[in-house]
């Protein structure tokens, strides 16, 4: 009897000690569903997770902006270059176009002094020839240098470097030369041929009028006779004449009048 008093005065603890334990467990799980503190904390997380992807979004959204207004600024750089260029290649189309024309109008320049050329060198050939002959046939003074002259032009004729108008002017140079001959006075120190002997003499040419000779002792004169192209003795009349004339040649004496022996005059009678 006892001991089942026991058993239950135990088992009726059990059950009271349960019927106390159930009910507070129930209202800590009721505490737990419904605490604020998680909820704030879990909507704080929320949170701070959208505000974190708008911050990433709007970085993006300024990346973005960023990259447009640098691929605008070069569309707009390139678009001004491209303008640019069209500009200059318009230019250069004008430019073009000028310097054909003046290409054009200069090859038509060449092609008529291509033909012009063709015709001047035949011409210059025979002035050339010219005074070849003449220097041949002309009172016979500075025969070395005229005739060397002349060889240098020839020499000049063959050269490609020397242009048709270089050409030409020394030609027509060559041309003032020989004309200047007939109205000066000059005095020159030759040879001449006399007798198989070459005799170093005293020159003096009045101009294309006379050409007398003086040896340099004075022993023996004479005047060129260009009709039967040879040379005339002069007697010892002449020989103060010639030696004045020579002074006066040489810038040695002042101009005056002295008698000039002339083969015409002595045809007829006299030289004087």
């Known amino acids: 009897m006892g001991a089942v008093a026991v058993f239950s005065l135990l088992l009726a603890g059990s059950a009271a000690a349960l019927e106390?334990?159930?009910?507070?467990?129930?209202?800590?799980?009721?505490?737990?569903?419904?605490?604020?503190?998680?909820?704030?904390g879990e909507a704080r997380g929320v949170r701070s997770s959208a505000n974190e992807e708008g911050v990433a979004s709007q970085q993006r959204v300024d990346a973005l902006s960023d990259e447009t207004e640098t691929l605008f600024s070069r569309y707009s750089n390139a678009l001004r270059q491209v303008d640019s260029i069209r500009i200059y290649n318009r230019q250069m189309r004008q430019l073009i176009?000028?310097?054909e024309a003046e290409l054009a109008s200069l090859q038509s320049q060449l092609d008529r002094i291509e033909i012009v050329g063709r015709s001047v060198t035949p011409l210059m050939l025979r002035m050339i020839d010219a005074i070849d002959s003449f220097?041949?046939?002309?009172?016979?003074f500075?025969?070395?240098?005229?005739?060397?002259?002349?060889?240098?032009?020839?020499?000049m004729m063959g050269r490609a470097d020397v242009t048709n108008a270089e050409k030409f002017r020394?030609?027509?140079?060559?041309?003032?030369?020989?004309?200047?001959?007939?109205?000066?006075?000059?005095?020159?120190?030759?040879t001449l041929e006399r007798d198989g002997k070459a005799l170093t003499v005293d020159f003096l040419r009045f101009g294309r009028i006379a050409l007398v000779y003086q040896t340099l002792d004075e022993s023996e004169a004479g005047v060129w006779n260009q009709k039967d192209r040879s040379w005339d003795p002069l007697?010892?009349?002449?020989?103060?004449?010639?030696?004045?004339?020579?002074?006066?040649?040489?810038?040695?004496?002042a101009p005056d009048l002295i008698r000039l022996p002339l083969p015409a005059a002595k045809d007829s009678g006299g030289a004087s």
């Open 20 to 40: 106390e334990a159930a009910p507070e467990e129930e209202i800590e799980v009721d505490a737990v569903a419904v605490d604020p503190a998680a909820q704030f």
């Open 97 to 99: 176009g000028s310097q």
């Open 135 to 140: 220097v041949e046939l002309d009172v016979p």
């Open 142 to 155: 500075l025969i070395d240098e005229r005739e060397e002259r002349v060889a240098e032009l020839r020499k």
């Open 170 to 190: 020394q030609i027509m140079e060559a041309y003032q030369v020989e004309n200047e001959y007939g109205r000066t006075l000059e005095a020159y120190r030759g």
């Open 235 to 253: 007697d010892s009349g002449y020989r103060s004449a010639i030696r004045q004339g020579l002074r006066i040649a040489r810038k040695q004496a």
